[in-house]
């Protein structure tokens, strides 16, 4: 099914404008996001084919079929709670069967771990894009001999250097490795060109060193040591490095860059407006999405702020949050049997 689908055939039961809209951050470039609830037809429910979420190919149009948003809200994820906590302006769309689920009915302490656990994956989040930042890898890839290093008295040089400074060809060395030890090699070398070395490596995109077959009156020119760890993590390291580049958010990249702080301050803002949703959810009970400190978010997400500080204030809320939490009227878990009496109720009316 399709988003499109839901609307043709009016499965639609609640429908609203979500994201920076929602909550008051806003600005001229923001996408329009939208949320909602449907509930599939009798037939499709009871069949093997329940569909518990329907969004469009850039995800900023999700629908939550009845079912799973109600056991999305019991677990206080954070996403299910805003939508059922949209501001009226946002409403676009209320069946009156939604009347029955009510923010109250789900709110409990598990919100400290929903919005601050989640805030928390955030940080690290941003960390990550912080290192990425400060520590760019190149797109020109290394190969395993940037990996490999020969003993040269005392001490080691990389082989690329050692081969420099012995005028001699990877191509024309043989490989040998020594029994018991890691990434130990003797290397042997081919000055008549008539033993078929297969040289160091095959290519420069080989992901093992060559061995070759040597001749017992063959001398041991060098030892070579072979980095493997190290390869093996600068390969990820890579990986994921460029994976990151090809999905970043282009703009946003842009913004990141312009303000100089070497971190994801749109991350960064989201991250502290969760912090302070679990907080205030925790001292009043209730949850008002639209925020209060629009300034305060916009500046972070403008890079106006120090990583250090950020962290720094986000450490202070998580412990503003623990407090709150032993201190909260709120109960430890939702009541599970009301919200499952109320959803068979909806369910009765709708077929």
Same mark, same amino acid.
């Given at each position: 099914?399709?988003?499109?689908?839901?609307?043709?055939?009016?499965?639609?039961?609640?429908?609203?404008?979500?994201?920076?809209?929602?909550?008051?951050?806003?600005?001229?470039?923001?996408?329009?996001?939208?949320?909602?609830?449907?509930?599939?037809?009798?037939?499709?429910?009871?069949?093997?084919?329940?569909?518990?979420?329907?969004?469009?190919?850039?995800?900023?149009?999700?629908?939550?079929?009845?079912?799973?948003?109600?056991?999305?809200?019991?677990?206080?994820?954070?996403?299910?709670?805003?939508?059922?906590?949209?501001?009226?302006?946002?409403?676009?769309?209320?069946?009156?069967?939604?009347?029955?689920?009510?923010?109250?009915?789900?709110?409990? !302490? +598990?919100?400290? $771990?929903?919005?601050?656990?989640?805030? &928390?994956?955030?940080? /690290?989040?941003? =960390?990550?894009?912080? *290192?990425?930042?400060?520590?760019?890898?190149?797109?020109?890839?290394?190969?395993?001999?940037?990996?490999?290093?020969?003993?040269?008295?005392?001490?080691?040089?990389?082989?690329?250097?050692?081969?420099?400074?012995?005028?001699?060809?990877?191509?024309?060395?043989?490989?040998?490795?020594?029994?018991?030890?890691?990434?130990?090699?003797?290397?042997?070398?081919?000055?008549?060109?008539?033993?078929?070395?297969?040289?160091?490596?095959?290519?420069?995109?080989?992901?093992?060193?060559?061995?070759?077959?040597?001749?017992?009156?063959?001398?041991?020119?060098?030892?070579?040591?072979?980095?493997?760890?190290?390869?093996?993590?600068?390969?990820?390291?890579? !990986? +994921?490095?460029? $994976?990151?580049?090809?999905?970043?958010? &282009?703009?946003?990249? /842009?913004?990141? =860059?312009?303000?100089? *702080?070497?971190?994801?301050?749109?991350?960064?803002?989201?991250?502290?407006?969760?912090?302070?949703?679990?907080?205030?959810?925790?001292?009043?009970?209730?949850?008002?999405?639209?925020?209060?400190?629009?300034?305060?978010?916009?500046?972070?997400?403008?890079?106006?702020?120090?990583?250090?500080?950020?962290?720094?204030?986000?450490?202070?809320?998580?412990?503003?949050?623990?407090?709150?939490?032993?201190?909260?009227?709120?109960?430890?878990?939702?009541?599970?049997?009301?919200?499952?009496?109320?959803?068979?109720?909806?369910?009765?009316?709708?077929?």
């Amino acid at each position: 099914m399709t988003i499109q689908d839901l609307k043709n055939q009016n499965l639609i039961l609640f429908e609203v404008i979500s994201g920076s809209k929602a909550f008051g951050l806003s600005t001229p470039s923001s996408d329009t996001d939208i949320k909602g609830v449907y509930y599939l037809p009798k037939d499709r429910f009871f069949s093997m084919n329940y569909i518990p979420q329907i969004s469009n190919e850039t995800n900023d149009e999700v629908y939550f079929e009845l079912g799973r948003f109600v056991e999305l809200l019991l677990k206080n994820n954070p996403n299910t709670l805003e939508i059922l906590a949209s501001p009226e302006d946002c409403i676009l769309y209320k069946n009156s069967v939604m009347s029955s689920l009510t923010i109250e009915l789900f709110l409990s !302490k +598990l919100v400290k $771990d929903t919005f601050a656990g989640y805030a &928390i994956s955030q940080i /690290k989040k941003a =960390q990550g894009f912080k *290192k990425k930042i400060v520590n760019p890898i190149d797109k020109q890839r290394k190969s395993i001999l940037d990996f490999c290093f020969v003993l040269y008295g005392n001490n080691s040089i990389e082989i690329k250097e050692w081969l420099l400074i012995n005028n001699l060809k990877k191509e024309l060395c043989g490989l040998v490795k020594i029994p018991n030890t890691i990434g130990i090699y003797a290397i042997y070398y081919d000055y008549l060109e008539i033993n078929n070395f297969r040289g160091i490596l095959q290519n420069e995109l080989s992901n093992e060193l060559s061995l070759s077959s040597i001749p017992s009156n063959c001398p041991v020119k060098a030892y070579l040591y072979f980095n493997k760890d190290g390869y093996s993590s600068y390969c990820k390291e890579y !990986k +994921l490095y460029w $994976d990151w580049v090809n999905s970043r958010n &282009i703009e946003r990249f /842009k913004m990141n =860059q312009s303000h100089g *702080k070497n971190y994801d301050s749109k991350n960064m803002m989201h991250t502290i407006r969760l912090l302070q949703s679990a907080k205030n959810i925790l001292k009043t009970g209730t949850l008002n999405i639209r925020s209060t400190n629009r300034e305060e978010l916009l500046n972070i997400k403008y890079g106006k702020w120090s990583y250090k500080d950020l962290m720094s204030y986000a450490n202070q809320l998580l412990n503003e949050i623990e407090v709150l939490y032993e201190r909260t009227s709120l109960p430890k878990l939702p009541n599970y049997s009301l919200a499952e009496e109320t959803l068979i109720k909806m369910r009765e009316t709708l077929y």
